[in-house]
């Protein structure tokens, strides 16, 4: 085994299973922090001895090993009476079970214990991003609009509260479930929006794994758990919609292509089909919400002739519904937009102009709105300084070049 394909399968492990692995050995040290420890030693280890001793049958179950054994020596050298018993418990499981080929999807147990009420509000989707996703914390503060400094201080702090507070690592039942939901759904659609960034889907987090998909699996995940829930339905039909046409979001030559522009005859029919089933289903039980109300504006967006984005005034309704209930930068650009296709330019200017400055100010989607609606109200000098500012605040390449297309 070379130095080259040791490295390449622990990369591949870390992308199919770290939030698997991090989640399993979490769940029984009940330190997040000390979990993360035991399994960068793993892998550490594995990058060591793989090219001596060859990748094992089992590499999960070869990091388990080494992770848990990690992690006991870390609890025993703390010397802490009350760490006694997940030695223990790491022991046992050492002892029943030395080489296990599968292991269960401890995940979800995962996720709802970060989104546990003693935790801050404000960091709990943050703490599911990192934990079960693996993102680092400057990606995550640039999900939610904060300096990354603040946004690493918060997460540690969210941490050391889980293993103070003792926080079990279980699934929750009945009202405790259904409270916790919105921030893992939170955490999901915001691992999705990273992995929607990027060209393709892919190479946006840890060691380049495929976030949209792995945030559409645990959306899934999520679903299925809770059947009587219409949000996470509605979560999971607003992916669909999205992925049916990821693949025309770039042209041949790796283009940017906006939504009216892309050949529809390419979205896949089968996963339209599939959003719209779960929409109706959702839409049945009753309670509208936030991500239903999102999948409906793209089922509205995908329904649309071929050169439209859809009937703005429809769109106008739905986003004025979705700003009222469940306010965000990203809803109330997207409504300044289509009000300014539904009722003129100078409508969607004014509600970009009435949102806080000083939150708008670095947000790309913004600037790009207000080119937008400055070449429309035929606004000259506005669009060019709103197309310099949307130029440099995007790292996409083909998104730099088309905007600077525009005119």
Not at 32 to 53: K, S
Not at 113 to 142: F, K, M, Y
Not at 257 to 265: F, Y
């Amino acid at each position: 085994m070379t130095e080259h394909g040791a490295r390449e399968a622990v990369a591949r492990t870390a992308r199919n299973s770290y939030g698997r692995l991090l989640a399993y050995v979490a769940a029984r040290t009940r330190d997040i922090a000390a979990a993360e420890d035991a399994l960068a030693d793993a892998f550490a280890a594995a990058l060591r001895r793989w090219p001596e001793t060859g990748i094992p049958d089992s590499p999960e179950a070869w990091l388990l090993t080494v992770a848990r054994r990690s992690a006991g020596r870390a609890t025993r050298s703390a010397g802490h009476l009350a760490a006694a018993r997940p030695v223990l418990d790491l022991m046992t499981e050492e002892a029943m079970d030395r080489a296990p080929v599968d292991f269960p999807d401890e995940r979800l147990k995962l996720m709802f214990a970060c989104a546990h009420p003693a935790i801050d509000r404000t960091v709990r989707s943050a703490l599911i991003l990192q934990t079960v996703i693996g993102l680092d914390a400057a990606r995550i503060a640039r999900a939610f609009v904060v300096q990354p400094a603040a946004m690493g201080q918060r997460l540690s702090r969210a941490k050391t509260k889980i293993k103070a507070a003792g926080i079990p690592f279980r699934m929750p039942e009945g009202d405790e479930l259904v409270a916790r939901l919105d921030d893992v759904l939170m955490a999901v659609y915001a691992a999705y929006g990273l992995g929607w960034e990027v060209p393709g889907g892919v190479a946006a987090g840890r060691m380049g794994e495929d976030l949209a998909g792995e945030a559409l699996y645990l959306a899934q995940l999520v679903a299925g758990l809770m059947p009587g829930q219409p949000e996470p339905m509605g979560l999971v039909a607003l992916m669909l919609y999205c992925e049916a046409r990821r693949a025309t979001r770039r042209g041949s030559d790796g283009a940017y292509v906006p939504l009216a522009q892309q050949d529809r005859a390419q979205w896949d029919a089968a996963m339209v089909a599939e959003a719209e089933r779960v929409l109706t289903a959702a839409a049945a039980l009753g309670r509208p919400g936030r991500f239903q109300t999102e999948a409906a504006i793209q089922s509205v967006q995908v329904q649309a002739p071929r050169g439209q984005s859809g009937n703005p005034k429809v769109l106008a309704a739905l986003y004025d519904f979705l700003v009222t209930r469940w306010p965000s930068l990203a809803a109330e650009v997207s409504r300044a937009v289509v009000h300014g296709a539904a009722h003129g330019p100078e409508r969607g200017l004014a509600i970009l102009d009435a949102m806080p400055p000083d939150r708008v100010t670095g947000y790309q989607p913004w600037w790009a709105a207000r080119l937008d609606l400055c070449l429309r109200a035929g606004d000259g000098a506005g669009a060019e300084a709103a197309r310099k500012r949307a130029i440099a605040l995007t790292d996409d390449a083909s998104v730099r070049s088309w905007l600077a297309g525009r005119g």
